[in-house]
């Protein structure tokens, strides 16, 4: 079950986000001259300035920093998925990072603060045949 429909806007991966939404995996942007992480992707790190980065795969699991639930559709097309959550996701290779998604098929009221997670992937076909991979999450 997916909250965004299938004639959602996707992410046109670019060469510094194309790992995050093509690798399946969490591909954390690591700075090559610092070693500093960031998330999401950026031209530029942020505690060096450097422009070179390696996107190494970090473990999938997390836990539930924060969320919140919409009652109101921002956009039509989330009409028939109110209400759902939106996560806010720590890392457990990188504290310091959150992530955002959503728990598709999780029922809000089991979901909790603190709770332990781990990342799927939604698979999102876009119009010009290419395919984008959505992290989201999961009670484990
Ligand atoms: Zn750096």
Redesign the pocket.
């Known amino acids: 079950m997916s909250v965004l429909p299938e004639d959602w806007a996707l992410p046109a991966p670019t060469a510094i986000t194309e790992a995050w939404f093509t690798s399946r995996t969490i591909a954390v942007q690591t700075?090559?001259?610092?070693?500093?992480r960031q998330h999401p992707p950026e031209e530029?790190?942020?505690?060096?300035?450097?422009m070179s980065f390696t996107y190494p795969a970090l473990s999938p699991n997390g836990t539930l920093h924060s969320y919140t639930v919409a009652h109101y559709a921002v956009n039509r097309a989330l009409a028939p998925h109110v209400p759902y959550a939106v996560v806010l996701v720590s890392l457990d290779d990188a504290p310091e990072l959150r992530v955002i998604g959503n728990m598709p098929g999780v029922p809000i009221e089991d979901i909790r603060i603190g709770m332990p997670v781990v990342a799927i992937w939604e698979e999102h076909h876009a119009d010009d045949a290419s395919v984008v991979h959505l992290p989201q999450w999961q009670p484990r």
């Open positions: 700075c090559a001259e610092c070693g500093s530029l790190c942020h505690r060096c300035g450097a």
